[in-house]
């Protein structure tokens, strides 16, 4: 069965670059999370988008973006790139129609400043 | 705001052994969703199982159980006959109305030969 996709799996970026995370969410399912994890960290909710509009949003920094697009996957764009950026963020997808109510995870973007 | 809390930052059990983790959770909705999720070493986030609220039987996995205990806002998850792949991070999660989930701060599971 499909899963969520993201790219990359790893990025290294320098402080006050720009960086782009992909999320593909499973197929028909209509809500896309963002979720950040510190080293030791719990995930913390980012941003939430159903039907390609934000439908929540939690401690995003303003520096980060995101958006989900037509064919509804999402990008989370962050810019000015920290060292505490540093981070695996973590998409989910879920169906809220069929309500399937789980949030399936994808396998995290492990993001890196240095 | 809804809160979810573990209070067992570490556990041990041994190889074939029952263990129960435990989690407790503030909200003023009536109706809402309970999920356990485990984070092995790779760090992917695999759900193990779910509880609708208005549900009263507690949900079943195979090895894994919960006890749900609505007034009381506890949902534990219980992991029978635990196998060495057991070992993980679980995470004990709340979803809003509005659709956030809301995680707890986890329990590692260590699981001994």
């Known amino acids: 069965a499909a899963g969520v996709i993201q790219s990359p799996r790893h990025l290294i970026k320098e402080k006050r670059e720009t960086a782009t995370l992909k999320c593909y969410p499973i197929?028909?399912?209509?809500?896309v999370y963002w979720y950040q994890q510190g080293p030791g960290q719990d995930p913390q909710f980012l941003i939430s988008?159903?039907?390609?509009?934000?439908?929540d949003k939690g401690s995003i920094p303003d520096r980060f973006s995101a958006q989900q697009f037509s064919d509804y996957h999402s990008e989370l764009n962050m810019s000015s790139l920290e060292l505490g950026d540093s981070a695996l963020y973590f998409c989910a997808s879920s169906s809220i129609k069929d309500m399937n109510t789980e949030a399936f995870f994808g396998q995290g973007t492990r993001l890196t400043v240095v | 705001a809804q809160t979810v809390t573990q209070s067992q930052p570490e556990m041990s059990v041994q190889e074939a052994e029952t263990v129960t983790l435990s989690c407790t959770y503030d909200t003023s909705e009536s109706d809402y969703y309970l999920f356990w999720y485990k984070q092995p070493p790779s760090r992917q986030m695999i759900l193990v199982i779910r509880?609708?609220?208005?549900?009263?039987q507690n949900a079943t996995e195979n090895r894994f159980s919960v006890n749900f205990q609505k007034a009381a806002k506890s949902f534990s998850l219980k992991i029978s006959d635990s196998q060495l792949g057991d070992a993980a991070m679980y995470f004990c999660a709340y979803r809003t109305r509005d659709d956030k989930i809301i995680f707890g701060k986890g329990t590692r599971l260590h699981i001994l030969p």
């Open positions: 509880q609708e609220a208005y549900k009263q």
């Open positions: 197929p028909r399912h209509d809500t």
């Open positions: 988008f159903y039907e390609k509009m934000q439908s």
